[in-house]
């Protein structure tokens, strides 16, 4: 069985910095990418970024350079990384793993890309 949880999330205050993980289990990060999506209450849930198995990363462009992405194989572990945090960045963070190798590189930031799903971690930003 499939499953993701993530980790890190809280309540921060704006101008830090997050880490987000999210750990896998029941197939391997070597076969299959990683995505990174954010909801609000009211809105969809949007893509932010895109690991492929092979480490090619992707990010939506409005990011301002802000989010970083990364995995680790060994540890069945993805990331994401926010710097210089804003109110908008609050919302709840879900990873997903794509179901087969190579899908969600065509379409990074579509949900449909993507069909293994965590919880989701809630991450609250304040001054």
């Known amino acids: 069985e499939v499953q993701l949880v993530e980790s890190g999330g809280g309540s921060v205050q704006t101008g830090t910095s997050l880490t987000l993980s999210c750990t896998g289990s029941g197939f391997s990060f070597d076969d299959h990418g990683i995505g990174w999506f954010r909801q609000v209450p009211g809105e969809e849930r949007e893509g932010l970024a895109s690991?492929?198995?092979?480490?090619?990363?992707y990010y939506e462009d409005d990011l301002e350079g802000r989010f970083t992405i990364s995995s680790d194989h060994a540890k069945s572990t993805a990331y994401l990384r926010i710097e210089s945090l804003k109110f908008e960045d609050t919302g709840v963070y879900y990873c997903?793993?794509?179901?087969?190798?190579?899908?969600?590189?065509?379409?990074?930031?579509?949900?449909?890309?993507?069909?293994?799903w965590g919880q989701g971690v809630q991450v609250s930003v304040s001054s």
């Open positions: 997903a793993a794509e179901p087969e190798p190579g899908l969600a590189a065509i379409r990074p930031f579509d949900r449909s890309s993507y069909s293994y």
């Open positions: 690991i492929e198995s092979d480490g090619t990363t």
